[in-house]
Protein backbone atom coordinates (compact mmCIF):
# COMPACT_ATOMS: atom_id res chain seq x y z
CA UNK A 1 0.00 0.00 0.00
CA UNK A 2 2.81 2.78 0.30
CA UNK A 3 4.66 1.61 -2.37
CA UNK A 4 1.48 2.58 -4.40
CA UNK A 5 1.14 5.71 -2.24
CA UNK A 6 4.50 6.62 -3.01
CA UNK A 7 3.68 5.94 -7.12
CA UNK A 8 0.65 7.58 -6.93
CA UNK A 9 2.59 11.03 -4.98
CA UNK A 10 5.34 10.73 -7.88
CA UNK A 11 3.19 10.63 -10.90
CA UNK A 12 1.16 13.80 -9.44
CA UNK A 13 4.31 15.37 -9.14
CA UNK A 14 5.59 14.72 -12.23
CA UNK A 15 2.36 15.73 -13.88
CA UNK A 16 2.16 18.82 -12.22
CA UNK A 17 5.81 19.47 -12.86
CA UNK A 18 5.06 18.63 -16.92
CA UNK A 19 2.02 21.13 -16.62
CA UNK A 20 4.31 24.10 -15.17
CA UNK A 21 6.91 23.53 -17.63
CA UNK A 22 4.58 23.37 -20.62
CA UNK A 23 3.01 26.96 -19.74
CA UNK A 24 6.31 28.64 -19.17
CA UNK A 25 7.52 28.15 -22.93
CA UNK A 26 8.19 30.77 -25.48
CA UNK A 27 5.58 31.81 -27.89
CA UNK A 28 5.98 31.25 -31.29
CA UNK A 29 7.92 33.94 -33.67
CA UNK A 30 5.54 33.22 -36.12
CA UNK A 31 2.64 34.80 -34.39
CA UNK A 32 0.26 37.40 -36.13
CA UNK A 33 0.86 41.34 -34.49
CA UNK A 34 -2.25 42.61 -32.71
CA UNK A 35 -4.61 44.37 -35.23
CA UNK A 36 -5.63 47.17 -32.37
CA UNK A 37 -1.91 48.05 -31.58
CA UNK A 38 -1.97 51.17 -29.19
CA UNK A 39 1.19 53.58 -29.41
CA UNK A 40 2.32 51.29 -26.04
CA UNK A 41 2.30 48.27 -28.40
CA UNK A 42 4.63 49.81 -30.40
CA UNK A 43 7.06 50.52 -28.16
CA UNK A 44 7.31 47.53 -25.99
CA UNK A 45 8.04 45.88 -29.41
CA UNK A 46 11.06 47.16 -30.50
CA UNK A 47 14.01 46.11 -29.81
CA UNK A 48 16.01 47.58 -26.59
CA UNK A 49 17.98 50.62 -27.30
CA UNK A 50 21.83 50.58 -25.96
CA UNK A 51 21.21 50.70 -22.19
CA UNK A 52 22.01 54.05 -20.33
CA UNK A 53 24.90 53.52 -17.77
CA UNK A 54 21.64 54.27 -15.08
CA UNK A 55 19.69 51.99 -16.10
CA UNK A 56 20.33 49.54 -13.16
CA UNK A 57 20.61 52.34 -10.69
CA UNK A 58 16.89 53.98 -11.71
CA UNK A 59 13.81 52.18 -10.47
CA UNK A 60 10.04 53.31 -11.26
CA UNK A 61 7.42 52.70 -8.29
CA UNK A 62 4.56 53.63 -6.60
CA UNK A 63 2.40 53.71 -10.28
CA UNK A 64 -1.16 55.46 -9.15
CA UNK A 65 -3.74 56.82 -11.64
CA UNK A 66 -4.97 60.36 -11.85
CA UNK A 67 -6.18 63.08 -14.81
CA UNK A 68 -5.06 65.91 -15.90
CA UNK A 69 -7.26 68.35 -17.77
CA UNK A 70 -9.85 65.40 -18.32
CA UNK A 71 -7.14 63.02 -19.72
CA UNK A 72 -5.72 60.05 -18.05
CA UNK A 73 -2.14 60.82 -16.17
CA UNK A 74 0.08 58.59 -14.13
CA UNK A 75 1.98 59.72 -10.70
CA UNK A 76 5.08 57.74 -9.93
CA UNK A 77 8.49 58.00 -8.11
CA UNK A 78 11.14 57.74 -9.79
CA UNK A 79 14.60 55.90 -7.06
CA UNK A 80 18.03 56.61 -7.32
CA UNK A 81 19.98 53.51 -6.09
CA UNK A 82 22.78 54.79 -6.95
CA UNK A 83 25.43 56.58 -4.41
CA UNK A 84 25.69 60.20 -6.85
CA UNK A 85 23.33 62.61 -7.73
CA UNK A 86 22.19 62.26 -11.08
CA UNK A 87 21.52 65.17 -13.39
CA UNK A 88 18.93 65.60 -16.29
CA UNK A 89 17.66 62.00 -16.20
CA UNK A 90 14.91 61.30 -18.70
CA UNK A 91 13.39 58.66 -19.85
CA UNK A 92 10.82 56.32 -21.34
CA UNK A 93 8.13 54.52 -18.89
CA UNK A 94 5.94 51.56 -20.48
CA UNK A 95 3.40 50.55 -18.04
CA UNK A 96 1.89 46.69 -18.53
CA UNK A 97 -1.51 45.39 -17.18
CA UNK A 98 -0.26 42.20 -15.15
CA UNK A 99 3.08 40.55 -15.47
CA UNK A 100 3.61 40.14 -18.45
CA UNK A 101 5.10 42.24 -20.26
CA UNK A 102 3.74 41.84 -23.85
CA UNK A 103 2.22 44.50 -26.57
CA UNK A 104 -1.36 43.11 -25.62
CA UNK A 105 -0.50 43.58 -22.12
CA UNK A 106 0.73 47.11 -22.24
CA UNK A 107 -1.41 49.95 -21.09
CA UNK A 108 0.35 52.97 -22.16
CA UNK A 109 3.57 54.49 -22.20
CA UNK A 110 4.85 57.93 -20.11
CA UNK A 111 7.94 60.21 -20.59
CA UNK A 112 9.43 61.44 -17.57
CA UNK A 113 12.24 64.08 -16.81
CA UNK A 114 14.09 64.94 -13.30
CA UNK A 115 16.41 67.69 -12.85
CA UNK A 116 18.01 66.23 -10.31
CA UNK A 117 17.78 63.29 -7.66
CA UNK A 118 20.22 62.56 -4.55
CA UNK A 119 22.19 59.95 -4.04
CA UNK A 120 19.81 57.02 -2.97
CA UNK A 121 17.11 59.59 -3.45
CA UNK A 122 13.82 59.80 -4.95
CA UNK A 123 11.13 62.82 -6.57
CA UNK A 124 7.40 62.23 -7.35
CA UNK A 125 6.67 62.65 -11.06
CA UNK A 126 3.03 63.50 -12.34
CA UNK A 127 2.70 62.93 -16.42
CA UNK A 128 0.00 62.20 -18.58
CA UNK A 129 -0.12 58.73 -19.90
CA UNK A 130 0.14 57.85 -24.11
CA UNK A 131 -2.84 55.17 -24.01
CA UNK A 132 -6.00 54.24 -26.04
CA UNK A 133 -7.67 53.63 -22.69
CA UNK A 134 -10.35 55.84 -20.86
CA UNK A 135 -9.06 57.18 -17.32
CA UNK A 136 -12.02 54.12 -15.81
CA UNK A 137 -10.58 51.31 -18.36
CA UNK A 138 -7.45 51.42 -17.15
CA UNK A 139 -6.07 48.24 -14.29
CA UNK A 140 -6.04 48.44 -10.96
CA UNK A 141 -2.86 50.11 -9.94
CA UNK A 142 -1.88 46.63 -7.71
CA UNK A 143 -1.83 44.73 -10.66
CA UNK A 144 0.73 46.94 -13.14
CA UNK A 145 4.25 46.28 -13.55
CA UNK A 146 6.26 48.88 -15.62
CA UNK A 147 9.15 48.63 -18.07
CA UNK A 148 12.33 51.59 -18.10
CA UNK A 149 14.44 52.61 -20.84
CA UNK A 150 16.43 55.64 -19.38
CA UNK A 151 17.17 57.83 -22.23
CA UNK A 152 19.32 60.81 -20.75
CA UNK A 153 21.93 61.21 -19.14
Do not use: C
Request: overall charge neutral; hydrophobic content about 40%.
Amino acid sequence: MGALSFLLFLSLGGGLYYYMQRGTSAPSSGSAPAENASPAASVAEKAPAAASSMQKSIEIVGIRWTTQDKKPAVKFVVVNHANSEIAGLEGTVTIFAGTSKTAKDAVGTVSFRVKSIAAFGSQDVTQPIDTSLKPYELPDWQVVTTQTQITAP
